[in-house]
């Protein structure tokens, strides 16, 4: 399943740092706006301590975490809804993406240059929201003016098309992002066709230095994160057992890039399950509710159609008992058909009929 999180914000405001620390992939992060011009792309592991436990108990050749995808997007500023700056590439680069991780800058460095000469995450935060509520305008607008003079035909799709258009033009023009509305299945199947910027879920990252407030909040209901990248970089630079022990000298219980990882799994709706044995324990990416013969079709398509049933234990439960043998004994291993949701943490060993 691939997903994305693109990572956007103003020039300067820690992305490409960000990003380079959570891929260690090294891209460029220099001094100078418009530094990422074309989306550069990582692959990060989603920590989980969870497979860490399973894979203790069945010993397994092979340990595969589960993945999710992060975006390093060009850095946006006021106009790019009108093409200042990277405004079109930016923006088209967005769309492609299944959600937005906005870095916003709260950390003082003369030496880091602010594009718009001060420091101030609210600020910073309404530059980017309202050119992506600018940007869907445009688009709605263009959609709004061909349906309505196409529904005068009476085509009663068309005035329902109207009509959706009309609440979501609205909303935009109020100065609020789509995804703050309500829709139906049935409506939803319309706007995905949109494919607006301000529906996509998400997640804001302060980059906050030492100075920073503790009682600061940006004005968001949305997921806030508070990350010291530089901090983060400091401990990515050390050995992986000094990198633990610096975090507990620290008082956390993990570092931010992992609560960051792990916010941004959870933001695109997503859950985990296992398959654990002595060839392998790995963990395996499904949306939230997926019944069990499509969670069996991540692991191979064919196992959709082929699906007879599954096997599904907890993975506590799992842990618990020490063994599948144990597991089996106790008759803790359920069965389950083709109508199961299949749960976050849940250890399957899907049956099918080849």
């Not at 993990?254 to 324990?281: H, M, Q, V, W």
Request: aromatic residues 8%; charged residues 30%.
């Amino acid at each position: 399943m691939s997903l994305s999180i693109g990572i956007v914000g103003l020039p300067n405001v820690g992305k490409s740092t960000l990003f380079n620390l959570l891929t260690k992939k090294g891209v460029d992060a220099a001094n100078y706006p418009f530094c990422t011009i074309e989306p550069n792309v990582g692959i990060v592991k989603v920590p989980d301590f969870r497979l860490d436990r399973l894979a203790a108990v069945s010993k397994p050749l092979k340990v595969i975490a589960t993945t999710i995808e992060f975006v390093d997007i060009a850095g946006l500023v006021a106009g790019a809804s009108k093409g200042e700056g990277l405004g079109n590439k930016f923006l088209a680069h967005i769309r492609e993406c299944d959600a937005i991780c906005e870095v916003i800058r709260d950390f003082k460095d003369k030496n880091i240059v602010h594009v718009d000469g001060r420091i101030d995450p609210n600020s910073d935060q309404e530059t980017i929201n309202m050119e992506l509520i600018f940007a869907d305008l445009a688009t709605v607008e263009k959609s709004l003016d061909r349906t309505k003079r196409d529904s005068r035909s009476g085509d009663k799709q068309l005035i329902y098309f109207t009509q959706i258009l009309e609440r979501i033009y609205k909303q935009l023009a109020d100065g609020k992002p789509v995804r703050d509305l309500e829709f139906s299945e049935e409506e939803q199947v319309f706007v995905k066709t949109l494919n607006l910027l301000t529906i996509k879920p998400i997640l804001y990252v302060l980059n906050i230095d030492e100075a920073h407030a503790e009682d600061f909040s940006l004005k968001t209901a949305n997921q806030l994160i508070k990350i010291n990248v530089k901090l983060e970089e400091e401990i990515g630079n050390l050995e992986p057992e000094e990198q633990a022990e610096y975090i507990k000298e620290l008082g956390l219980k993990e570092s931010g890039l992992d609560r960051l990882i792990r916010s941004a799994y959870k933001l695109l709706g997503l859950d985990t399950f296992f398959t654990t044995g002595a060839d392998e324990t790995r963990a395996w990416t499904i949306k939230k509710g997926t019944k069990a013969p499509y969670a069996a079709g991540v692991i191979h398509t064919d196992f959709i159609k082929g699906f007879v049933r599954a096997e599904v234990i907890s993975w506590e439960k799992f842990e618990e008992c020490g063994s599948e043998a144990k597991a089996r004994e106790l008759g803790l291993i359920r069965t389950e058909g083709k109508d199961y949701t299949v749960a976050d943490g849940d250890v399957c060993n899907f049956l099918i009929n080849k």
